[in-house]
């Protein structure tokens, strides 16, 4: 994968995060939303970690889907309680040797020099507090897959806590902590912000802009650069197929270098030959969405078929559910047969429906999305052999 910086853009955002925008609650907390696969994370990684770093910030990183098999609230303490650690290192060690139990940082907060790192005991809020004063300097807190805290209890209560965090360590003109989450799925974020009772109610859902013509302008510098034979290169064409390809960094390189190998076969002009490998890919993805719609149960069907269609007003048990379910199978689904129908949807692999800790339900993959509402409006929905009627088997 090639180095792109997007540096311009993180120095703005630092900026924002620090309170320094005219304009904007970022320093409130700024979320971010981007699909998958399109670079998301590796801004997060590659540019606005580093720009923080150099503005003299304290970084501390998490992604909660690196091992979803772990509670995303276990997973922040640990990367706080790391980086916590790192800070007391010596200190810890100065008090070992003293033969002391326990150190205090800025001489406020005992902490068990035994236990640094687990956060036992020690709430978050205290320790992003203590990381805060440990490093003398404010400390950003980056979370990559926000929107998976909300699928445990301890998740969601992670996220309580760092609102409190932020409230009890900025003040005005003062910013100590810097919150950014960042999610593949709006809809899914917005649960952090959007009623009464989310932990960020009032902040808003930003979208993370999708890598632009700059992008493709420093990629076809780098192709003429080492190949001389294909200048000038064509970049209208390039963005035509980045854009058909989702404007998935990944996708558009491994094709650019599929149709740019020597052992490819291809003569002439490569960029005809990568806009028809962005419209295979865009096929390849629709037809994998379908076979795993097809090989559904009919409830199982019906009811992603209601969860696509209502986004996130989706309510599987209300009355209005229950008789779409009935209408579109032709027979009554009760609440727990819609309920096995749900779990069923959680339980594949790859799953196909999440769940909060709250019991609210959306599709796992906002690709599916689109892909529902393009056959819908192209008049070929359901994808079933004979459209509008379900078989009756799953009862």
């Given at each position: 994968?090639?180095?792109?910086?997007?540096?311009?853009?993180?120095?703005q955002?630092v900026?924002a995060?620090?309170?320094?925008?005219?304009?904007g609650?970022a320093?409130n907390g700024?979320f971010?939303?981007?699909?998958?696969?399109?670079?998301?994370?590796?801004?997060?990684?590659?540019?606005?970690?580093?720009?923080?770093r150099?503005?003299?910030?304290?970084?501390?990183?998490?992604d909660?889907w690196?091992?979803?098999?772990?509670?995303?609230?276990?997973?922040?303490?640990?990367?706080i309680?790391?980086?916590?650690?790192?800070?007391?290192?010596?200190?810890?060690?100065?008090?070992?040797?003293a033969?002391?139990?326990?150190?205090?940082?800025?001489?406020?907060l005992?902490?068990?020099t035994?236990?640094?790192?687990?956060?036992?005991?020690?709430?978050?809020?205290?320790?992003?507090?203590?990381?805060?004063?440990a490093a003398?300097?404010?400390?950003?807190?980056?979370i990559?897959?926000?929107?998976h805290?909300?699928?445990?209890?301890?998740?969601?209560?992670?996220?309580?806590?760092?609102?409190?965090?932020?409230?009890?360590?900025n003040?005005?003109?003062?910013v100590?902590?810097?919150?950014?989450?960042?999610?593949s799925?709006r809809?899914?974020?917005?649960?952090?912000?959007?009623s009464?009772a989310a932990?960020?109610?009032?902040s808003?859902?930003?979208?993370?802009?999708?890598l632009?013509?700059?992008?493709?302008?420093h990629?076809?510098?780098?192709?003429?650069?080492?190949?001389?034979?294909?200048?000038?290169?064509?970049?209208?064409?390039?963005?035509?197929?980045f854009?058909?390809?989702?404007?998935?960094?990944?996708?558009?390189m491994?094709?650019?270098?599929?149709?740019?190998?020597?052992?490819?076969?291809?003569?002439?002009?490569?960029?005809?030959?990568?806009?028809?490998?962005?419209?295979?890919?865009?096929?390849?993805?629709?037809?994998?969405?379908?076979?795993?719609?097809r090989?559904?149960?009919?409830?199982?069907?019906?009811?992603l078929?209601?969860m696509?269609?209502?986004?996130?007003?989706?309510?599987?048990?209300?009355?209005e559910?229950?008789?779409?379910?009935?209408?579109k199978?032709?027979?009554?689904?009760?609440?727990?047969?819609?309920?096995?129908?749900?779990?069923?949807l959680?339980q594949?692999?790859?799953?196909?429906?999440?769940?909060?800790?709250?019991?609210?339900?959306?599709?796992?993959?906002?690709?599916?999305?689109?892909?529902?509402?393009?056959r819908?409006?192209?008049?070929?929905?359901?994808p079933?052999?004979?459209?509008g009627?379900?078989?009756?088997?799953?009862?």
């Amino acid at each position: 994968m090639i180095a792109y910086r997007r540096t311009a853009l993180a120095q703005q955002l630092v900026q924002a995060l620090q309170g320094n925008a005219l304009l904007g609650d970022a320093h409130n907390g700024l979320f971010l939303a981007a699909p998958r696969r399109t670079g998301k994370s590796t801004f997060l990684q590659g540019d606005l970690t580093p720009a923080l770093r150099l503005a003299g910030v304290e970084v501390v990183y998490v992604d909660l889907w690196a091992d979803i098999r772990r509670d995303p609230g276990a997973l922040i303490a640990e990367a706080i309680g790391h980086a916590l650690q790192a800070h007391l290192g010596l200190v810890a060690r100065t008090a070992k040797k003293a033969g002391l139990k326990a150190v205090k940082v800025a001489g406020t907060l005992d902490i068990d020099t035994s236990t640094i790192g687990q956060i036992n005991g020690l709430t978050l809020v205290d320790a992003l507090r203590s990381l805060q004063q440990a490093a003398g300097r404010p400390v950003a807190l980056i979370i990559d897959e926000a929107q998976h805290a909300l699928t445990s209890d301890a998740g969601e209560a992670a996220m309580t806590a760092l609102k409190s965090a932020r409230d009890q360590m900025n003040r005005p003109g003062v910013v100590n902590l810097m919150l950014v989450m960042s999610g593949s799925d709006r809809d899914k974020l917005l649960r952090l912000v959007v009623s009464a009772a989310a932990p960020f109610y009032g902040s808003q859902i930003q979208a993370l802009p999708p890598l632009d013509t700059d992008f493709i302008a420093h990629v076809a510098a780098l192709v003429e650069a080492q190949r001389p034979d294909l200048v000038p290169v064509d970049r209208a064409a390039l963005q035509e197929a980045f854009t058909v390809f989702g404007h998935r960094p990944q996708f558009f390189m491994a094709a650019m270098g599929a149709v740019l190998s020597p052992l490819s076969g291809h003569a002439g002009r490569f960029e005809r030959a990568l806009q028809q490998a962005a419209r295979d890919q865009q096929a390849q993805d629709e037809a994998q969405m379908e076979s795993d719609y097809r090989g559904l149960k009919p409830t199982e069907q019906t009811v992603l078929w209601r969860m696509l269609d209502q986004g996130p007003r989706f309510r599987p048990y209300d009355a209005e559910a229950l008789r779409f379910y009935r209408e579109k199978l032709g027979r009554p689904v009760s609440v727990p047969q819609a309920q096995k129908a749900l779990e069923s949807l959680r339980q594949r692999t790859p799953a196909m429906v999440w769940k909060s800790a709250r019991g609210e339900y959306a599709v796992e993959d906002v690709a599916m999305h689109r892909w529902f509402q393009a056959r819908l409006a192209a008049g070929r929905w359901p994808p079933a052999s004979q459209p509008g009627s379900l078989p009756l088997d799953d009862r």
